[in-house]
């Protein structure tokens, strides 16, 4: 019930997801990435187990495609599961159970892979894919969420969604952004409005940890 992109920018060597799903808190489940490393979808009756095992082996240099098919080899029921994945050279993955009983299918592009299951159209995924790189040029953020913002477009779902989730890490250990709706209509304009007013702070939750003196106390308002 999910259908998601994820990238790697070339010219920051940022990797990031964005998602969404009737279900309730998709972020909480089924991104996954890691600074350097790479990225991992999870989805459909999703083992969230298999996140973390994907950014492990991607880690230790596999492919994306030789790290998709290492995590249906060691799935007990992949005839269930969607998976997909990005690499720190930008080659993109993607697998899809035979025994998924909904529309289901992947999409590839220059450094991104979109999946999608439970979903109202089989273009979905590629509709994803085709935002995403027509948005070149915007912050990485922007275009993930423009690339499910056309998913939904593109007929999302069978049902509402009702989460959605913007996952990105750069050269930290720690997820640049991590944006999460768990719960509520319309979760695409919220987790957008989120973003909006995460933004303008990104540079300053970097510099509280690594460098904390030069932190400055927002000035006072005149008068």
């Known amino acids: 019930m999910t259908f998601s992109l994820a990238a790697r920018c070339p010219s920051t060597g940022m990797f990031g997801i964005g998602i969404a799903t009737s279900s309730i808190a998709?972020?909480?489940?089924?991104?996954?990435?890691?600074?350097g490393v790479g990225a991992v979808q999870t989805q459909h009756r999703t083992d969230t187990r298999l996140g973390p095992i994907g950014l492990d082996l991607l880690q230790r240099g596999l492919s994306a495609g030789?790290?998709?098919?290492?995590?249906?080899?060691?799935?007990?029921f992949p005839d269930q599961r969607q998976l997909g994945a990005v690499d720190r050279n930008g080659e993109t993955a993607f697998y899809c159970g035979?025994?998924?009983?909904?529309?289901?299918t992947g999409a590839q592009g220059r450094g991104c892979v979109a999946i999608g299951n439970?979903?109202?159209?089989?273009?979905?995924?590629?509709?994803?894919?085709?935002?995403?790189?027509?948005?070149?040029?915007?912050?990485?953020?922007?275009r993930l969420l423009a690339a499910v913002d056309a998913?939904?477009?593109?007929?999302?779902?069978?049902?509402?969604?009702?989460?959605?989730a913007l996952l990105v890490v750069d050269r930290q250990s720690w997820?640049?952004?991590?944006?999460?709706?768990?719960?509520?209509?319309?979760?695409?304009a919220?987790?957008?409005?989120?973003?909006?007013?995460?933004?303008?702070?990104?540079?300053?939750?970097?510099?509280?940890?690594?460098?904390?003196?030069?932190?400055?106390?927002?000035?006072?308002?005149?008068?």
């Open 26 to 35: 998709v972020g909480n489940r089924c991104p996954w990435a890691r600074a």
């Open 66 to 76: 030789e790290t998709v098919k290492a995590l249906v080899a060691m799935s007990e």
């Open 98 to 104: 035979p025994k998924i009983p909904s529309i289901n």
């Open 118 to 142: 439970v979903i109202a159209d089989p273009g979905v995924p590629q509709a994803m894919v085709d935002a995403f790189e027509a948005s070149q040029g915007s912050a990485f953020a922007e």
């Open 151 to 164: 998913g939904l477009a593109a007929g999302g779902e069978t049902k509402p969604i009702m989460s959605a």
């Open 175 to 188: 997820p640049l952004v991590d944006l999460r709706v768990d719960f509520q209509e319309a979760p695409l």
């Open 190 to 223: 919220a987790l957008r409005r989120l973003w909006q007013a995460y933004e303008p702070q990104v540079e300053h939750f970097v510099m509280q940890v690594l460098r904390p003196n030069e932190v400055r106390p927002p000035a006072r308002p005149a008068g």
